[in-house]
C-alpha cells in the first residue's frame, strides 16, 4: 500500500512528542547484510551481545520452558523475581521485571514523566533515555559531557547533570557504565550526587555492563537502596548473561516505586522461556566468570590494537569499545560491512568520528582489527 492513500496525516495526529521521534538504530542483524550483500560469514560486533553466547544451564531452561509456552507466564513473574531477591538480598517486592531493562526504563517514564515535567541525562547517553523522555512529552534536559581530556573523556559530569536538576525534574538517568562511551562515575561521587537530589526526583542507576566492570571504586547502587527511596537500580539479562534475544531485565528499587512501575507493565511483560532462562543462567557462575575474563583480555586486544595505530579510543569498563577512526565513520562503517564486519556507528550520540566495536572472541577481535586496517589504509 502506498502512502498516498491515506485518509489523514497520522503524523500530525501523533503526540506531539510522538512526531519528534526518530526510531532506534539497531545494529544490523547479520541475515539483513549478507542478504544485501551476497555475502556469508560475517560476524556482528555492534550490539554489545555477550560472543560466548547464552549460559548453556538458561538454555536448557529455556528449552524446557517452550513446552509449557501454550500457557501465559506467571504474570507477576515470581520465581525469578524471588530468585533475583535472593541474588542481590533485596525483598521480591523491590523488583520490578521488564521486557528487556529498556522496558523498565520506558515503564519509569510513563509513570513520572509527562507534559510539565522534566527529566536529566548526560550528553552521549543512552539513546533510550531521549525516546522514552520524548514519547511522554517530556522536557529533556541534556548536561554537557565531560571534555576528551577528562579522565572519563565524553563521560558523564554529573556536577552538570546536577545543575539541570529543577523542581519539576522527576527523573534523571545515570548509566554506570555509559554506552556507547564505556565510562563510569565513582562510589563517592555517585553517592554524593544521590545524596544531593531532591526527594521528588527519581535517580536511575543504569547498570546494563554492572557484572563486567572490575574497577576498585566502582559502585553497586544497589546497595543504597535502603538509604535512599528515590533510587532505581536497572540490570539486564541482555549483556553478561547473552540472552538479549529473549528479553528480561529488572528494576530494584524501594516497594513502593515497584508497586508504581508495575501498574503501568503489561502484565505478562517477560515470556516463560525468558523467565526460565534468567533464573537459571543467574546461577551460572562460571559461565559470567568466563564471559568477563574473554572480555578482559578482548579489550586489552583491542585497545593494545588502537595503541599500536595511534588511534585514540575512549578507556571501558563495559564489553565494547568507542574508536575515533579520525574521519567521518560513516564511510569507514559501510568499508567493515563490506568485510562483513558489523560493527556501531555513534553519530547518532553526537559521536560522529566514532565507532563502538562489542569486545569478541579473540578470532573476532583479530578480524575486526585486520578489516579495520585495510578500510583505513584504502
Ligand atoms: C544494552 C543496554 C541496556 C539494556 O538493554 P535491554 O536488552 O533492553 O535489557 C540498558 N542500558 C544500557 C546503557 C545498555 O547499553
Known amino acids: 500500500m502506498s502512502n498516498d ?52 544451564k538458561g538454555l536448557e531452561a529455556a528449552r524446557r520452558a517452550l513446552e509449557g509456552v501454550a500457557l501465559y507466564p506467571d504474570g507477576a513473574g515470581f520465581a525469578l523475581r524471588q530468585a533475583l531477591g535472593r541474588r542481590l538480598g533485596v525483598e521480591v517486592g523491590c523488583v520490578t521485571l521488564g521486557n528487556g531493562s529498556n522496558d523498565v526504563l520506558e515503564l519509569i517514564a510513563r509513570a513520572w514523566l509527562g507534559p510539565g515535567r522534566s527529566a536529566v541525562y548526560s550528553r552521549h547517553a543512552f539513546a533510550v533515555y531521549p525516546i522514552v523522555v520524548q514519547a511522554v512529552g517530556a522536557e529533556a534536559r541534556v548536561a554537557a559531557a565531560h571534555a576528551r581530556d577528562h579522565a572519563q573523556p565524553y563521560g558523564h559530569d554529573l556536577n552538570a547533570m546536577a545543575a539541570l536538576v529543577s523542581g519539576d525534574t522527576r527523573v534523571v538517568f545515570i548509566a554506570n557504565p555509559n554506552n556507547p562511551t564505556g565510562t563510569w562515575v565513582d562510589a563517592a561521587a555517585l ?6 537530589m531532591p526527594a521528588q526526583t527519581l535517580v536511575v542507576v543504569d547498570e546494563a555492563y554492572f557484572e563486567y566492570v572490575e574497577e576498585q571504586n566502582y559502585p553497586d547502587a544497589m546497595a543504597w537502596l535502603a538509604e535512599f527511596p528515590n533510587l532505581i537500580v536497572t540490570r539486564t539479562f541482555s549483556k553478561i548473561y547473552g540472552l538479549a534475544g529473549l528479553r528480561v531485565g529488572y528494576a530494584v528499587s524501594h516497594p513502593q516505586v515497584a508497586d508504581v512501575l ?42 593494545d590494537a588502537c595503541r599500536e595505530r595511534g588511534l585514540y579510543y575512549i578507556p571501558s569498563v563495559g564489553n565494547f569499545l568507542s574508536i575515533d577512526v579520525g574521519r567521518p565513520a560513516g564511510a569507514v562503517y559501510d568499508g567493515l560491512l563490506r568485510e562483513g564486519v558489523i560493527v556501531r556507528p555513534v553519530g ?17 577481535n583479530q578480524r575486526f582489527i585486520a578489516a579495520l586496517d585495510r578500510v583505513l589504509g584504502a
Do not use: C, W
Open 348 to 364: 547518532a550520540y553526537e559521536m560522529p568520528q566514532f565507532l563502538r566495536v562489542t569486545v569478541g572472541r579473540k578470532e573476532e
Open 262 to 303: 508495575n501498574r503501568v507493565r503489561q502484565p505478562f511483560n517477560t515470556g516463560l522461556p525468558a523467565q526460565a532462562a534468567a533464573i537459571a543462567a543467574l546461577e551460572d557462575e562460571a559461565h559470567v566468570r568466563e564471559s568477563r575474563a574473554v572480555n578482559r583480555a578482548g579489550l586489552a586486544q583491542l585497545t
Open 5 to 56: 492513500a491515506i485518509s489523514a496525516d497520522f503524523v500530525a495526529l501523533a503526540l506531539t512528542g510522538v512526531q519528534k521521534l526518530t526510531p532506534y538504530q539497531p545494529g544490523k542483524p547479520i541475515e539483513e547484510l549478507e542478504r544485501e550483500l551476497g555475502i556469508s560469514g560475517s560476524i556482528k560486533l555492534a550490539s554489545n551481545e555477550n560472543p560466548l553466547g547464552p549460559s548453556p
Open 191 to 196: 553517592r554524593d550526587f544521590i545524596a544531593s
